[in-house]
Each structure stands twice: as structure tokens, then as C-alpha cells.
């Protein structure tokens, strides 16, 4: 096997080299199971010209089947050097060859992909280039590879039937925070994390906590439509705090407008106009655990919540509501919106109603500001914005 040259390698199990005639190529390495080790593979690898040994051919990859993978590879391509003899490339730009079509995705042994002794960092390596949010909407290409560090403010889990797009992180930073205040500013930008991209566990702990909206280092993304997308090949680390990297709070988000696009994080004011029946519920659960597997107990007080065991004398009343809003920035939209219990039970407060609640009292309460996640808009006939209240700490 002709020696390589790993352009970039990225932590857990899966680096991308290109070799002496520029095809580029994604290797899967094995074994490697904590962070440190991830860390040192990096760190041995990453820009270093390689010596591969006993690859297997897994898969033939295609633009139309991995996207992310060749706009990753359009951002590296020219290569910066002739691959083969190492001289700039001062040829016109008509003379250079079209970026590939096609590359292989190969497996190889740990121990099998070693860097050649001697060797300096790779004239064919470009590490990542860190941008502020605010380079990376400004940047018109279409696609392209970024690296950025960014505070998440909130985590949207996504249904299945939503495609690849697993998880949501909206994240912002001082460049978007710290804008004047116009209309066209973006104050959030989600990041869609693929199924297939790994988190460490530093990672996943910081984001199940999420009050402490934990600032991330972002290296090797592909940006397209003002969205961010995570996959194979992305790097994700938990950065340590920095106040020279502070956003003011509270944080500022983008006005619900008509050409909002979905899944975008926003604020929104409104005035209930009709409320979904359908959606409305109410149901004790466990006030230790939140289970609603509850069951009362024979001739004595109280419930016996099956899921922890424990006897609870005063269940915890969960809610739900979806409500229809009438916004003066949205006349000709139909906004619906699913309500958090903190609101429900705000607004069956104001309408001094104290046994259950009626449709009518609830009509004309207004609400808001509200932090939402936009998870449908469908622009047929009428606009229809259908959103999901989040909490932001
Ligand atoms: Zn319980």
C-alpha cells in the first residue's frame, strides 16, 4: 500500500486521508474507547503523513449518499499542493481537476496506520479554522466545512420520522448576542446532530445538565442554509469556562416572524384564540419520580406509585395544552402553540378558575414573551407555524 497522508483525523474511530494522487479516503479505525486515548490518536496522527497496512474496502461512497462527506472535501479541495511533487500549484484554475466524484470508505486494525518517522506535518494538512457565528452565516457558499465555539442554550430531541436529524443543539455566541438590533439578525443557530455522530461522555453529561448551558468547541462541521450539521467526522469537546467568551443574559432570540423558517429557536407574544381540546390533559403523577404509573391504596391514603415504590400522599398534576395565538406580527398565520406546565398553569391562574379550567376563560389571555422551538411551518395555502414552548435557563 502507497504511504498516506491523513489530512484530518478525528477522535473515536474515523479519520480522513488523502493520499500522493489526492483521492481522498475514509478510514475507520477500531478500538478506541476513552477520551485520552481519542486524544492521543489525534495527536499522533492528525496532519501526519501515514503508513496504512492491511485496509479493507467497506464502501464505495457518492455524493448523493454522503453529502456531508464531499462538501467536507470540496472545503480541502484543490489540495493547497501539487500531492505528487509537492509544488504550489501555479497552474490556472481551469487546468485543475475537477474535485472527486467518489471515495472508499476502508477499515484498518489498531496499530496497522502508523505515522512515518521523520516526517513533519503533512504540506496537504489543513487544520480547522475557527470562525465566529457570525463569519459562518455571512459566508454565501453554499457548503462548506467550519470549525467554531458556541454556548448551547437549548437541546431539542427530535421524532424518528424527522430523518437523520436525531438531536438539536441551538446554540449562540458573543458575535450573534452582542449584534446591534435589527430585524435580520439571527440570534441562534441550530446544529443537527446526526445518529451517526459519536459524543464523548464529557459532552453528553454537560448537555443532560443542561442549566448550566455549557460552552462546546465545534471542529469540522458542514455548514448549509444557516444551518450546522455534526456527523462522522466532526469533533465536539466541552471547553473550559472563559469569561472573555461571556454572552450578556438573558439571551436574546429572533422574533417569530411570517418568513421564520422551522426548526429556529424564537421569542413570541400572543393573545389565546381558540384552544385544542383534543390536546388537553391533565394527569397525577409521582411527586417523587414523575411517574403516572400511580395506584390508590385499599382503606388507606394516598397512592402507591408502582415505578418507585414510594406512598404518595399528594400526587404532582402534570398538564398539557396545545392553544391557538393570535400575534400582531403574524396577521395572516395560524400559530399553534404546545404549552410547558409553568404557562398552563400561569394562565389557569389568571383566569381565577379554580375547579378544572373552561375553553372560554382561557380565550383572549394574553401570553408571552415565550421561548419557542418552531417545528412545522407549512406554507400552502395560509401560513401554519406549529411551536413548542422551551424552557431556557
Ligand atoms: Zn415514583
Known sequence: MNPETPVMVYQRLCALVQDSYGMFGEVLLHCVSTESEIQQNSEQLEGHVCLLQALRVIQRLTRDKCSLLFSMIDSLWPPPVDPKSHDDLLRSPSDRVPPPCFCYRLSIQLGHMVPLSGQTESPLYRPPVLQTLREILQDESSRRRCSFRATVVHKQLLSSNAGDREMLLFVTDPSLQREPNTDRNRRTIAVCLSSSCLIQSSVTQALDALRTQPVLMFRDAVEENAQIFCWEQTVIQLEPE????????????????????????CTVTGVVVAVDESTAFSWPTCSFCESCRLETREHQKGFLCLACGAVVDEPTTKMQLEVFLSCSSLSHCTVKIK?????????????????????????GSEIGPLSVFVHVVNRSHTVWIGLEECDLH
Not at 472563559?242 to 429557536?265: A, C, K, N, V
Not at 389557569?348 to 382561557?362: F, I, K, R
Open 242 to 265: 472563559d469569561s472573555s467568551f461571556s454572552i450578556p443574559r438573558p439571551i436574546i432570540l429572533d422574533h417569530l416572524g411570517p418568513e421564520t423558517p422551522p426548526y429556529t429557536l
Open 339 to 363: 404549552l410547558q406546565q409553568k404557562t398552563i398553569k400561569s394562565l389557569l391562574n389568571s383566569t381565577s378558575c379554580t375547579e378544572g379550567y373552561s375553553v372560554e376563560n382561557l380565550l
